[in-house]
């Protein structure tokens, strides 16, 4: 029987990482996220010998992280919204000498200090590249609290299979709030070989070496066809996404963590109304489900778009949907969370402008 | 090429053959060591601090247990030359990722080699963090006074009045601030366990700083902390000199403001 317990998501985030057999953690406070490096500080000194180190800063976090992956260890830092900025040279070399980590960004209202209240601001950051040069994470967002737990381990998976960072992208409210959450059991360390790594020139085998330096244009260019390629590979064979009432959808709410959970209070409302509304949340925000939305798209009266930001993934929508449908937006910032009422409201005024229901 | 410098060198040749016979030789190759050509320009002492870290390793008969780390900077490619397992980090990130390395691998030896831009300026905050935590690694320190890589900037180590591309027309520390002793800096913190300023202009000193950089790798083998060796050393590139005249900069101008010797060195031993 799976451990059933009531918890936070960023404590679910962090149990589920030592039971992921993760080897280190790196980390520096920041709200609303700080009770993962509290966690980790508590509960694993009672039962295991994994690293947990706080660091003096985001910067020093990542690199901790790019040195632990070198070494072929499963490694991980969490920070929010400003502390991943200061991530994203980090997170660059680390996609360049594709090296498997996973870093968790509680998103929080931004630009610049902001507030520390929910908010989905960060997802170009996140999807785009974030850092500098032509690279992609993958990007997990959680909805749950259950998802907090399980997108880790999955995240680690992600990771080993392509040699890649990955990101959870979650918000202030999935990780503050609590629920009842299945754990799965603890995982062995070190289950994924990793010949590459750094661990001691063995006298059998050359020198690994753990770099993003490849001077030479075309051997550069060489590097980046091959991650393109790997990208190619995610996009075709990792897309997740959950739908709602798609069968007979009219029109279509997209949406993902925090925004879809409300999103999926719109639908009832909706359904209530006699109006035939589904939702599809993509769950991998990289590689994004376009396919999904394509073909839903070619049936759809409309399709609103909702996020906590003024409008980012809508763009992705946009591409998916390549004109087949009218595509808008409804969107909340700074850390403001709209109602299902709202939300209906303004799906209302989009499409359905004054028609008698 | 004048014909006399070629019979010269083809008379040379020929006494280098002559010479060179196995009894002869009193210096192999560093094992440690690639068998290719260094990037540095010539006198540069990069060259000569890689050769006496991987001296080191080689006679600790630690190569397979070795982990480094380079920095951004000239030395971007130590791990071209040192035929141990290595990562390149980002500028001034070295030591963040050696604590990475040696956190998950603690029966390794690790260390860092960094220049004075990549751990004095963008890298203070790791350095001083990294030796506060005491993490039990090796940090080797190349002080020449500029960036070299990027083509000989000011950087925090240059000194007062000195001449760079970013202060042509002399380090003036009102406007530029002053020159660093990072050493001096760190040294007093309880993490660092050994801290030594050498370097690597004559045989004599080359002689010191293996001997600094073997006390640091043993240390480390007995968990006793961090341990920072500083090399002060030249630029003759950027500083637009011969290597001898380089050579002389450093005795006359370097060593009078960072002073050579042991900053710190362990209770235990003293
Ligand atoms: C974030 C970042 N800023 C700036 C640079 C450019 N850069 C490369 S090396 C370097 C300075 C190197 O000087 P130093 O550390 O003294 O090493 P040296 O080349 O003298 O051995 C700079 C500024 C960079 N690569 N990354
Ligand atoms: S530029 Fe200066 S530090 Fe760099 S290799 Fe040349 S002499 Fe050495």
Request: contains cysteine; glycine residues 8%; proline residues 5%.
């Amino acid at each position: 029987m799976p451990e059933v317990r009531l918890m936070k998501g960023n404590e679910a985030l962090a149990e589920a990482a030592i039971r992921a057999g993760c080897d280190a953690y790196f980390g520096y406070p920041i709200t609303p996220q700080s009770e993962v490096l509290e966690y980790l500080s508590r509960e694993v000194p009672k039962k295991s010998n994994m690293v947990v180190l706080q660091a003096e800063s985001e910067i020093a976090s990542i690199n901790m992280i790019y040195g632990a992956a070198g070494a072929g260890k499963r490694a991980m830092t969490t920070s929010s919204s400003p502390g991943i900025s200061l991530m994203q040279e980090g997170l660059s070399y680390i996609a360049s000498a594709e090296l498997p980590c996973l870093v968790v960004n509680v998103n929080r209202g931004g630009p610049g200090l902001g507030t520390i209240q929910p908010a989905q601001g960060d997802y170009f950051q996140a999807t785009k590249g974030g850092g500098h040069g032509d690279y992609k994470l993958i990007v997990l967002a959680p909805s749950s609290v259950q998802e907090m737990a399980d997108h880790v381990r999955l995240g680690f998976e992600f990771a080993d299979k392509y040699r890649n960072p990955v990101m959870i992208l979650s918000d202030g409210a999935i990780g503050q709030m609590m629920e009842k959450v299945e754990l799965f059991d603890q995982l062995p360390r070190d289950m994924v070989k990793k010949p590459w790594a750094t661990t001691g020139k063995a006298k059998n085998r050359e020198r690994n070496i753990i770099t993003s330096l490849h001077i030479d244009p075309y051997d550069m260019e060489k590097i980046n066809l091959r991650l393109q390629e790997k990208y190619k590979q995610i996009m075709e064979n990792e897309v997740r996404y959950q739908s709602f009432q798609i069968d007979d959808v009219e029109y279509l709410l997209v949406a993902y963590g925090l925004s879809a959970r409300i999103c999926q209070k719109v639908v009832e409302i909706g359904r209530e109304k006699g109006i035939k509304l589904g939702l599809i949340r993509p769950i991998t925000l990289f590689p994004f489900p376009w396919n999904i939305i394509r073909s839903v798209s070619e049936r759809v009266k409309g399709i609103l778009d909702v996020e906590l930001n003024s409008g980012q993934m809508v763009e992705d929508v946009r591409l998916a949907v390549e004109g087949r449908a009218q595509v808008k937006f409804y969107g909340r910032m700074g850390g403001v969370i709209p109602s299902p009422e709202e939300i209906f409201e303004n799906f209302e005024k989009e499409f359905l402008k004054g028609e008698a229901l | 090429m004048s014909e006399n410098t070629q019979l010269e060198i083809e008379e040379q040749n020929f006494l280098e053959e002559d010479i060179c016979v196995k009894e002869n030789l009193v210096f192999d190759r560093t094992q440690a060591l690639t068998d290719v050509e260094m990037h540095y320009c010539p006198g540069c002492g990069h060259g000569v601090a890689h050769r006496i870290i991987m001296e080191v390793v080689d006679e600790m008969g630690i190569q397979d247990k070795t982990i480094g780390v380079a920095p951004v900077g000239c030395s971007v490619f130590a791990y071209n030359y040192m035929n141990i397992d290595m990562q390149e980090a980002a500028h001034g990130r070295a030591s963040a990722v050696a604590t990475g390395i040696k956190r998950v691998l603690p029966d390794k030896f690790v260390f860092s080699y960094q220049g004075d831009g990549d751990l004095a300026a963008i890298g203070t905050g790791e350095t001083v963090h990294t030796v506060n935590r005491g993490e039990n690694i090796l940090i080797v320190f190349i002080n020449n006074a500029v960036y070299g890589m990027t083509s000989g900037q000011m950087a925090p180590t240059t000194l007062e009045g000195m001449v760079t591309t970013t202060s042509p027309y002399g380090r003036d520390p009102k406007i530029m601030g002053y020159p660093l002793k990072i050493a001096d800096l760190i040294a007093p913190l309880p993490g660092a366990y050994y801290v030594t300023r050498q370097a690597v202009n004559n045989a004599g000193n080359v002689r010191k700083a293996k001997k600094a950089i073997q006390k640091s790798f043993e240390y480390q083998k007995l968990n006793k902390g961090l341990c920072f060796v500083e090399i002060v050393s030249n630029c003759p590139s950027n500083w637009k000199m011969t290597p001898v005249e380089s050579n002389k900069f450093v005795e006359e101008k370097l060593f009078p403001f960072y002073p050579l010797g042991d900053i710190k060195v362990p209770k235990e031993i003293k």
